[in-house]
């Protein structure tokens, strides 16, 4: 489980100034679930505030991926680097071809559920990247390389170009390589799961 801290007071500002000098941090440590609670009659209102630390979010992390490690029959070894309020985890086993699963389909389910978890216990949608063996960075610049390659026939035969069906992050990768080339543009088209990308020539 996450941890939790519930502070409740008659000062949102008083609370979490005292949380945080009671435990030397500062606000981008946490994350502050907040409720005004109605005073009963005659008292003024209330504020109950949730806390969570971020540190406490990479713990449980590490003890979530400690608990696959044994289901899985695997030696996972994990690096985790919180950046931008994005949690990119590296996980390294004895069995990267099973972490990684056909086309990258057991990280990605593996991603969604962690995610799932997280906010079922803090109700919050934390950004996550998960990755095994660098296998989503070689694999997104085999994107990039493939992109690009595509971009310079499209400009040379001025025909617009349909990708094959990808991932919100994939197409992201997709428009900003686009957008180095003059004269291309991009377009998604098509609905999830099998939502693309369409490569298009423009004229001056």
């Known amino acids: 489980m996450i941890k939790k801290v519930n502070l409740t007071g008659k000062s949102k500002e008083e609370l979490i100034k005292q949380y ?9 440590d946490i994350y502050l679930i907040e409720q005004e609670v109605e005073g009963k009659l005659f ?8 806390v969570i630390t971020k540190e406490s979010v990479i713990e ?31 996980l390294v086993s004895d069995n990267n071809a ?36 660098n296998y989503k960075v070689k694999k997104n610049k085999n994107l990039e390389y493939e992109v690009k390659k595509i971009a310079r026939e499209v400009l040379k035969s001025k025909v617009d170009a349909k990708l094959d069906p990808m991932t919100s992050f ?19 088209e098509g609905e999830t799961p099998n939502r693309y990308v369409v490569i298009k020539y423009k004229e001056d």
Do not use: C, P, W
């Open 20 to 28: 945080l000098e009671k435990n030397n941090l500062t606000e981008n």
């Open 43 to 50: 008292s003024s209102k209330k504020y109950s505030i949730d």
């Open 60 to 90: 449980f992390i590490k003890e979530y991926f400690q608990k696959i490690s044994e289901l899985m029959n695997l030696t996972i070894n994990i690096e985790i680097r919180q950046t931008d309020d994005i949690y990119n985890i590296l």
């Open 98 to 133: 099973i972490l990684i699963g056909k086309e990258g389909r057991t990280l990605e389910a593996l991603q969604t559920l962690l995610r799932q978890t997280i906010n079922n216990q803090i109700n919050l949608h934390l950004k996550i990247n998960l990755d095994a063996s």
């Open 170 to 188: 994939e197409r992201r990768i997709v428009h900003n390589v686009i957008n180095d080339f003059k004269n291309l543009y991009t377009e998604s």
